[in-house]
Nanobody, 125 residues
Framework: QLQLVERGGGSVQPGGSLRLSCAAS????????TAWFRQAPGKEREGVSC????????SYADSVKGRFTISRDNAKNAVYLQMNSLKPEDTGNYYC??????????????????WGQGTLVSVAS
């Protein structure tokens, strides 16, 4: 059974950085794209970034392009999200997800229904 555990959240000031990690167990990520989503208070969950199964292709929401970098280590069955130049609007609970396909096309619609607890990111002065 797929289990996802996200770590690395915290409270930072605007302009700060955080690195999130996601560890998968009970499931091998090698054949699947993986993605990060976030949910801000009072808002719907949204896709932030996706990486193809082999790491050769990535996708980013416009709001995070140039600031966030997604990566993966299939040997460790893990996915990461490096977040730089954080803004208050980046505040939210961040979740990783396995995508049904090896690619990231329409990844925000194709996440497997297996969500971890997420990790909370708070950006404030």
């Amino acid at each position: 059974q797929l289990q996802l555990v996200e770590r690395g959240g915290g409270s930072v000031q605007p302009g700060g950085s955080l690195r999130l990690s996601c560890a998968a167990s009970g499931f091998t990520l090698d054949y699947y794209a993986t993605a990060w989503f976030r949910q801000a208070p009072g808002k719907e969950r949204e896709g932030v970034s996706c990486i193809s199964n082999n790491g050769h292709s990535t996708s980013y929401a416009d709001s995070v392009k140039g600031r966030f970098t997604i990566s993966r280590d299939n040997a460790k069955n893990a996915v990461y999200l490096q977040m730089n130049s954080l803004k208050p609007e980046d505040t939210g609970n961040y979740y990783c997800a396995v995508i049904r396909y090896y690619h990231c096309s329409e990844y925000d619609r194709n996440a497997l229904d297996a969500w971890g607890q997420g990790t909370l990111v708070s950006v404030a002065s």
